[in-house]
């Protein structure tokens, strides 16, 4: 079975403070994609990262890393020096890649709403 | 280029009608996904779409149903609405189904938000 948990259902910081968004995912798939979107109030899902199951080096895009670790089947995303236009919900989510599973196919977390107060 | 486009933006019916939702995919993208958005959940795969043939589907009632149509455009078909079908619809378009490259990304759409009353 394929299930992303997102233990933190609602986070609120002060713009500039640093930020941790928690992603734990269980599949018995060896082979998978890992991804963050981000949802503003828009209702778009944004694509913010890709990471495959045998690739567990960090990554740094400006503001925001991701950290993959899959001993403990976690992809964790911070935002650091948040800002307003941060607030949005953000989604973890896990695409199974062996014989069997539908490629492509995305497995969503429930969403972590951060609140980014000026 | 335009992004994936999904009309209508918003619709409201009652129980028992039916409802059609179109998508129309970023151009030369040939697979189409559906998801479901329940308020307060993260989507739900509905559908997989990839050169006009279903490649995948989630755990839904034959109350659903899809199609792609050669333009790689897709129809959602709901029948019988019940209550518990209002949420918000993403259709998701990429150039193949792996996602696995950089090209492969999977883009979604704005959404069509349905209330069933």
């Known amino acids: 079975a394929q299930k992303v948990t997102q233990a933190q259902t609602e986070i609120s910081v002060v713009e500039k403070e640093d930020v941790t968004l928690d992603c734990v995912y269980e599949?018995?798939?060896?082979?998978?994609?890992l991804f963050w979107y981000k949802q503003p109030p828009s209702g778009e899902l944004v694509f913010l990262i890709r990471?495959?199951?045998?690739?567990?080096q960090n990554e740094i895009s400006g503001r925001y890393s991701w950290n993959f670790q899959k001993s403990t089947s976690s992809f964790n995303f911070t935002i650091t020096a948040s800002q307003v236009v941060d607030s949005a919900v953000y989604f973890c989510?896990?695409?199974?890649?062996?014989?069997?599973?539908?490629?492509?196919?995305?497995?969503f977390g429930r969403g972590t709403q951060l609140t980014v107060w000026p | 280029d335009a992004g994936v486009t999904q009309s209508p933006t918003h619709l409201i019916k009652t129980r028992g009608q039916h409802v059609t939702l179109r998508c129309s995919p970023i151009?030369?993208?040939?697979?189409v996904s559906w998801y479901q958005q329940v308020l307060g959940q993260g989507p739900q795969f509905i559908f997989q779409?990839?050169?006009?043939?279903?490649?995948g589907r989630g755990n839904f009632p034959d109350r659903f149903s899809a199609r792609q149509f050669p333009n790689y455009s897709s129809e959602l078909n709901v029948n019988a609405l019940l209550l518990g079908d209002s949420a918000l619809y993403l259709c998701?378009?990429?150039?193949?189904?792996?996602?696995?490259?950089?090209?492969?990304?999977?883009?979604f759409g704005p959404g069509t938000r349905l209330t069933v009353l």
């Open positions: 998701a378009s990429s150039l193949t189904l792996t996602q696995t490259t950089s090209t492969d990304t999977q883009y």
């Open positions: 599949t018995r798939d060896t082979t998978y994609y």
């Open positions: 990471r495959n199951s045998f690739d567990e």
């Open positions: 989510a896990l695409s199974p890649y062996d014989r069997g599973s539908t490629l492509g196919r995305l497995y």
């Open positions: 151009s030369g993208h040939k697979s």
């Open positions: 779409y990839y050169e006009k043939e279903e490649r």
